[in-house]
T-cell receptor, first 119, second 115 residues
Framework: DTGVSQDPRHKITKRGQNVTFRCDPISEHNRLYWYRQTLGQGPEFLTYFQNEAQLEKSRLLSDRFSAERPKGSFSTLEIQRTEQGDSAMYLC?????????????????FGDGTRLSIL | AQSVAQPEDQVNVAEGNPLTVKCTYSVSGNPYLFWYVQYPNRGLQFLLKYITGDNLVKGSYGFEAEFNKSQTSFHLKKPSALVSDSALYFCAVRDPTGGGNKLTFGTGTQLKVEL
């Protein structure tokens, strides 16, 4: 049983550069979420997809951030013109949501994250 | 808006003693509540959830949590702590009526279990 996979695990880049992270969810999961976690804080929601559709975006997701899930499987999160404040752990999670009363109650399963450091 | 408070930054217990990690929440509707654990440089691992039904829910690794609606609390408990339980614990809430599908997390509680 493979879990959520994120690549790369670590990324160090200079301010102003663009970066892209990849997330491969658990294969049968139809929902995919992105969170950001800074030191000493809990994860903060960024966005989520239901299959290939991006259904919700946080105000934290500025214009420099874009996420895609083109075929409803893996997802990418791109940050353009990185800033010092973008340094954080970026976490991906997935869940299976089915129809029915308890359809949306399943827990989200997280990957190990991509740690971004901006020099 | 939904929110979670974890009032203790750190909890220290001796191995073999019971442990409690506190969590209180605020939502407009009936909450969905979750506990996750995070080890260094790793993602979050799901421990347990409360959706409806029995107020005492049991989860992984011997952990359990008690939902108390009147006190808006969802404290995590374990009868006998292990050194290997030392980690960062997060409480999270989802408001199915007004919060969309996102989880809102607390700031985390560092649990340290000593011999």
């Amino acid at each position: 049983d493979t879990g959520v996979s994120q690549d790369p695990r670590h990324k160090i880049t200079k301010r102003g550069q663009n970066v892209t992270f990849r997330c491969d969810p658990i294969s049968e999961h139809n929902r995919l979420y992105w969170y950001r976690q800074t030191l000493g804080q809990g994860p903060e929601f960024l966005t989520y997809f239901q299959n290939e559709a991006q259904l919700e975006k946080s105000r934290l997701l500025s214009d420099r951030f874009s996420a895609e899930r083109p075929k409803g499987s893996f997802s990418t999160l791109e940050i353009q013109r990185t800033e010092q404040g973008d340094s954080a752990m970026y976490l991906c999670a997935s869940s299976l949501v089915s129809t029915g009363v308890l359809g949306s109650n399943q827990p989200q399963h997280f990957g190990d994250g991509t740690r971004l450091s901006i020099l | 808006a939904q929110s979670v408070a974890q009032p203790e930054d750190q909890v220290n217990v001796a191995e073999g003693n019971p442990l409690t990690v506190k969590c209180t929440y605020s939502v407009s509707g009936n909450p969905y509540l979750f506990w996750y654990v995070q080890y260094p440089n790793r993602g979050l691992q799901f421990l347990l959830k409360y959706i409806t039904g029995d107020n005492l829910v049991k989860g992984s690794y011997g952990f359990e949590a008690e939902f108390n609606k009147s006190q808006t609390s969802f404290h995590l408990k374990k009868p006998s702590a292990l050194v290997s339980d030392s980690a960062l614990y997060f409480c999270a809430v989802r408001d199915p009526t007004g919060g969309g599908n996102k989880l809102t997390f607390g700031t985390g509680t560092q649990l340290k279990v000593e011999l």
